[in-house]
């Protein structure tokens, strides 16, 4: 049975995007492999789950990329969504670094879920599961 080994966001700058998703979201860089022409090929993983899936910061380079990303931010639709424990004091802690909060935690029944800018051409949710979420393995 196949399993996701990653996954990816376009970004429009590589070393920014590592910045970001490593001091500012608590990820950590797996791997850095230089492709050429400037491009990487770039992993994050969960500090909690090194060998889990990977998320590949891919450059935003292919045309189509760009009216892409712009028409998911201007409708407020996240890139891609990761999970926290309390999405609320994780807004908090965010804000304390500098990073954009772009909708305040909403409690949606059975997530609360925040959307932050990720300063790479990408909104992001963060969203905590409530204990109205039903059991994933049901």
């Given amino acids: 049975m196949p399993r996701i080994s990653y996954c990816n966001v376009f970004v429009d700058d590589q070393q920014k995007a590592l910045e970001f998703y490593t001091e500012k979201l608590g990820f950590v860089a797996k791997h850095d492999i230089p492709l050429g022409g400037g491009a990487r090929w770039l992993t994050v993983v969960s500090p909690d789950d090194v060998d889990g899936t990977e998320l590949l910061l891919e450059p935003d380079s292919h045309p189509a990329v760009g009216p892409y990303q712009r028409a998911l931010v201007d409708d407020g639709i996240p890139a891609t969504a990761f999970g926290v424990q309390d ?52």
């Fill in 87 to 138: 999405a609320r004091a994780e807004a908090e802690r965010l804000r304390g670094l500098g990073v954009r909060i772009v909708r305040e935690p909403v409690d949606m029944g059975t997530i609360v879920s925040v959307l932050i800018d990720d300063t790479c051409g990408n909104l992001i949710q963060l969203q905590q599961l409530t204990d109205k979420a039903p059991d994933p393995l049901v």
